[in-house]
């Protein structure tokens, strides 16, 4: 079946201006998690959904970054005014509620010019 | 805070066995992950351990002791293929908190 799938793969900014990051989960799949993962690092949790709710938001870096998920399936991750800093591979993942495995997305690399 | 530590890199042969080691401090434990991760690509997860002790699948087995915040991760029969990053993680509550990674080279 279909796996995690993320939109666009690649994304090139300049700075100051405004992304938008996409994550299809898998089908019933209740939680998803968004990653922010640098090069030669591993993967730094950014927010958790459980359907719509954001039940945990508390590693987004700054107030610039903002996710939502308003029908419990499909995610967004939105940066404004983006930075150099935020350059970096964002990862989606999802899993369901009995099952710990996380399923990963290809991730979205984004470039801050 | 949280503190999630592996080795950087390992190297080890063709067909030969490897131990990666992850040693955790967290605030809260709700159990600890292996994820490989091939250059360019997502992670994959290859096992989960909760409570302590080994949880062997094929040539991956993962030990865990929570009482000295330490898990391994044991690739047997080691192939070329096997050449990735190898991350641990561990969850606290609704968050997972990972480590830097360990790259695996595996040489003939």
């Known amino acids: 079946g279909a796996g995690v799938s993320q939109s666009p793969r690649y994304k090139v900014a300049k700075r100051g201006q405004d992304v938008a990051l996409r994550c299809d989960p898998i089908s019933g799949h209740v939680s998803l998690f968004w990653y922010q993962q640098a090069l030669g690092q591993g993967p730094e949790f950014l927010t958790y959904?459980?359907?719509?709710?954001?039940?945990?938001k508390s590693g987004l870096p700054s107030d610039r970054f903002f996710a939502e998920r308003p029908e419990g399936s499909v995610s967004t991750l939105k940066i404004q005014r983006t930075q150099q800093e935020d350059s970096a591979v964002y990862l989606c993942?999802?899993?369901?509620?009995?099952?710990?495995?996380?399923?990963f997305g290809p991730g979205t690399r984004l470039t801050v010019l | 805070g949280q503190n999630i530590d592996q080795p950087t890199e390992m190297t080890a042969t063709e067909g030969a066995i490897v131990q990666i080691n992850c040693t955790y401090q967290t605030s809260g434990f709700n159990g600890l992950f292996w994820y490989q991760q091939h250059a360019g690509e997502a992670p994959t997860f290859l096992s989960y351990?909760?409570?302590?002790g080994l949880e062997e699948k094929g040539r991956f087995s993962s030990f865990l002791s929570r009482s000295k915040g330490y898990s391994y991760l044991l690739l047997k029969e080691l192939q070329m293929k096997d050449s990735a990053s190898y991350l641990c993680?561990?969850?606290?509550?609704?968050?997972?908190?990972f480590g830097t990674g360990t790259s695996l080279t595996v040489i003939p």
């Open positions: 351990n909760v409570l302590d």
């Open positions: 959904f459980q359907n719509e709710a954001q039940l945990d």
């Open positions: 993942a999802s899993s369901t509620t009995r099952n710990h495995e996380q399923f």
């Open positions: 993680a561990v969850r606290s509550k609704n968050q997972f908190y």
